[in-house]
């Protein structure tokens, strides 16, 4: 691989983390309502999700949606219901108030952040197409197994890193407090985006 390649990829990678999506949508809310440490558990899930998507790229699963686009639909339809799910809850809860104006409500644990994150990256399988695209145009046949490592843990890293930061920037008390100021305006915003996304993963 050459240099150009990896740094083609790399740019490829931090492009594909920082482009709005569920992830980051996710890690905005918890950071303003559950805090940073909740925050960057979520990230790292989200990370690691990234690399369930990168690994099933490297092993030719956009052949597999070429070849049966019945499993993508199938994808698809289960990881949009499961966006759409959480935007009712997000809309549901949106006029319920925290706990008090000077404390966050108890955060959840840091496996069930992990959990969140890794499922919110699961739901939208079109990570599988983006980095088999990127594998396909700047990896070429016969790398060595070790480089491919190296790339998933750039993948894990981007993802890691920027959702860290996102959930970092909300999880900060002036943002908070003016969440707390527009919290069922804001909830019922981050419902009604990730319930448009999920109906864009199944339309699209």
Do not use: C
Request: aromatic share 10%; no cysteine; charged share 10%.
């Amino acid at each position: 691989m050459t240099l150009a390649a990896f740094l083609a990829f790399v740019g490829l990678v931090v492009f594909a983390a920082i482009s709005p999506g569920p992830a980051v949508l996710m890690s905005a809310r918890t950071g303003l309502t559950e805090g940073f440490r909740t925050g960057l558990m979520l990230a790292v899930g989200i990370g690691a999700g990234a690399v369930v998507w990168a690994s099933a790229a490297m092993f030719g699963l956009n052949l597999l949606f070429a070849a049966a686009p019945a499993v993508l639909w199938a994808l698809k339809i289960g990881g949009g219901l499961y966006l759409i799910w959480m935007a009712v809850h997000l809309w549901r809860d949106a006029k319920t108030p925290l706990v008090t104006e000077d404390t966050r409500p108890v955060p959840r644990s840091a496996l069930s952040a992990f959990r969140l994150g890794l499922f919110t990256q699961l739901a939208n399988p079109k990570p599988a197409v983006m980095f088999s695209a990127i594998f396909l145009g700047t990896v070429p046949q016969g790398t060595a197994l070790w480089v491919y490592l190296v790339l998933l843990a750039i993948i894990f890293t981007a993802e890691t890193l920027w959702n860290s930061l996102v959930a970092r920037i909300f999880s900060l008390d002036r943002t908070r407090a003016r969440y707390i100021s527009l919290k069922t305006v804001i909830d019922r915003s981050f419902g009604g985006l990730l319930a448009l996304l999920g109906v864009k993963i199944v339309a699209t």
